[in-house]
């Protein structure tokens, strides 16, 4: 049998009903489930994939709240800005500094 019986016959399909083509079966159905695997977890990796780039995005956005709210904070704590606000209230800061009392035994 020639190179190009063999050639032949593989395209004709005899290697699957052959006397021994159980073997070839088996062959084929491991092949196959190889490459559902293989489908499967690159699936699964773009999954991941885009999870892990929404996250960074969420990360970003949250930061940047972060440095907003720090700043607005930061604004809000100043000495001017609470005279301010509590001026309206008849607070006022005093002009003397307060005096330490000191209790003895």
Do not use: C
């Amino acid at each position: 049998m020639g190179l190009k019986q063999k050639i032949y016959d593989v395209l004709k399909g005899k290697f699957l009903i052959d006397e021994d083509a159980l073997k070839n079966w088996v062959f084929i159905l491991f092949l196959t489930f190889l490459a559902l695997m293989m489908i499967s977890s690159s699936h699964s990796v773009d999954r991941k994939v885009q999870k892990i780039a929404k996250m960074n995005r969420e990360k970003k956005e949250l930061r940047s709240q972060f440095v907003a709210l720090r700043s607005d904070l930061m604004k809000l704590k100043m000495e001017s800005n609470i005279e301010k606000q509590v001026a309206s209230k008849g607070l006022y800061v005093s002009a003397e500094p307060p005096i330490k009392i000191k209790i003895k035994q």
